[in-house]
């Protein structure tokens, strides 16, 4: 592309409506594509782009991911004070050893944890 390149025709601007029935009021694209009379594909596009800003996020919207512990904040910083002492005393433990250890700690200590 030629450096000094200008731009012959000017973008049209994104009807934010058109994203907020998307995004808020959980439209399908398609129908508010429709609805709005915008093309489905510029919509996908502009809907995309207007994630990312600030506005569009509201509070009552909130992850229920939460991370699965097994170790109290207590009991990792033990295990983890462990096997800093340990490489200290030049023993140095490979990772399979690090897991058993974490294992053995929460079978001794009867933790709900993972199958695998």
């Known amino acids: 592309m030629v450096r000094s390149y200008k731009r012959k025709t000017a ?3 994104f009807k934010t409506e058109s994203c907020y029935s998307v995004l808020k009021h959980k ?3 398609r129908a508010a594509a429709l609805h709005h009379g915008i093309s489905r594909t510029t919509l996908a596009n502009n809907v995309k782009k207007f994630k990312g ?4 996020a509201s509070p009552d919207i909130k992850s229920s991911f939460a991370p ?8 990792k910083d033990i295990n ?8 200290l005393m ?3 433990l490979t990772i399979e050893g690090a897991r058993s250890i ?15």
């Open 102 to 116: 974490a294992y053995e700690m929460a079978s001794i200590n009867n933790l709900t944890m993972p199958a695998n």
């Open 68 to 75: 699965r512990n097994v170790f109290t904040k207590k009991m």
């Open 27 to 29: 439209w399908k694209i």
């Open 11 to 13: 973008s049209k601007p």
């Open 90 to 92: 030049c023993y140095g």
């Open 53 to 56: 800003q600030a506005e569009v």
């Open 80 to 87: 983890v004070q462990f096997c800093m002492d340990v490489s």
